[in-house]
């Protein structure tokens, strides 16, 4: 996976901690496969595996059996990614990926908007414009459409009456992280489970995004706010609409501290009602992809559509149809997502904005 150390070497404010913990669902509780299933059925995982590597880097939300809705910087000019990226959905314990008992399909074709640009810079524009992708798989999962769990109806008003759970992040990933003085990793603690929090609307949209992003804040609980962190990019945020969850959000940045309590807001959002109508031009089969692989005898390749440009090959699983099963250490917490990772690791600076991603 690509690093973006570079784009991460704005400050945006002083007084970081080095040393800092960066918990990843910040302040969540576990789900199990009955929750995920009947509340948020929507939520996949993104895999990147090639027959010797493998390990989870984003999360997205099912469409419909061949659509799966995810930010753009999770898969923005990663070629080796996109050509080896699976979609697995459900699953709240990733260790049941030990019995090989999971469904799974291979990306066939990427689509971002055109005008997307992965700046963190606020200083040089707005930071991550149209952070959405939507990937389309090569076989059709055993899923239903749940094209209409998208919001497509509120435009950034939503009502506040629901409850305390009225708006629920849902990721997986890091339990902690602890970076020295040069952002480099000290410990980290996994979990294997999908996790949920809640979170706050901040609707008067006050961290300095643009108009087609949603802020969020977090409870303060333990030394830090309910917030996403590296893991959840690409991942959903919903809205209890009174009888369902709908994803109104697209998980996109945030402050480099994780849940930093000293932040006005924790999370940052891709909002999906913006995207509606794109989102129905991709599935529809209207939009040109942006890449997609090509199949040959002996070798899978990533191609730009636009110019036709080969980027990347592989003869990697030719003939597979699912992905292999892995090995996946127990879901209490390790120090690694088992053997034969990608050894995943977030790479962002205390104080810094940065992605919802997982980098290697």
């Not at 784009?7 to 576990?30: K, W």
């Amino acid at each position: 996976m690509k690093r973006l150390a570079a784009v991460l070497s704005v400050v945006l404010s002083a007084g970081a901690h080095a040393g800092d913990v960066n918990p990843y669902i910040i302040n969540g509780n576990p789900t199990s496969d009955a929750e995920l299933n009947n509340t948020y059925p929507t939520f996949t995982s993104l895999y990147f595996h090639d027959g010797t590597r493998f390990g989870n880097y984003c999360g997205g939300t099912i469409i419909d059996s061949q659509h799966v809705l995810t930010a753009a910087h999770c898969v923005y000019e990663d070629y080796t990614a996109m050509l080896h990226t699976w979609v697995v959905p459900g699953m709240a314990d990733q260790a049941k990926y030990n019995d090989g008992s999971y469904q799974s399909a291979r990306v066939e074709k990427v689509y971002y908007p055109n005008d997307y640009i992965e700046n963190l810079d606020p200083n040089l524009g707005d930071v991550l414009p149209n952070d959405i992708a939507i990937l389309k798989l090569e076989t059709a999962l055993n899923v239903r459409d749940y094209s209409s769990l998208l919001n497509s109806t509120f435009d950034n008003t939503y009502a506040l009456n629901r409850g305390s759970n009225t708006f629920k992040a849902v990721g997986r990933g890091y339990t902690n992280h602890v970076a020295d003085n040069g952002g480099n990793t000290v410990s980290r603690t996994t979990t294997n489970v999908v996790m949920q929090t809640s979170l706050t609307f901040d609707s008067a949209n006050d961290c300095n995004s643009t108009n087609k992003q949603l802020c969020f804040d977090g409870v303060l609980s333990d030394g830090y706010k309910n917030s996403t962190c590296n893991g959840d990019s690409g991942g959903p945020v919903y809205w209890w609409d009174g009888s369902a969850y709908q994803q109104i959000g697209i998980t996109s940045y945030g402050p480099g501290t994780c849940g930093d309590p000293n932040r006005e807001y924790t999370s940052v959002f891709t909002e999906v009602y913006d995207y509606s109508g794109w989102i129905n031009r991709v599935t529809s089969g209207v939009e040109n992809a942006t890449f997609e692989v090509r199949n040959a005898p002996g070798t899978r390749t990533l191609v730009r559509v636009s110019d036709g440009q080969f980027l990347r090959s592989s003869s990697a699983l030719l003939d597979e149809t699912s992905m292999p099963k892995i090995s996946v250490s127990s879901s209490s917490g390790s120090s690694s997502s088992g053997g034969g990772s990608l050894g995943l690791i977030s790479i962002f600076a205390l104080g810094f904005l940065t992605l919802r991603r997982r980098f290697s």
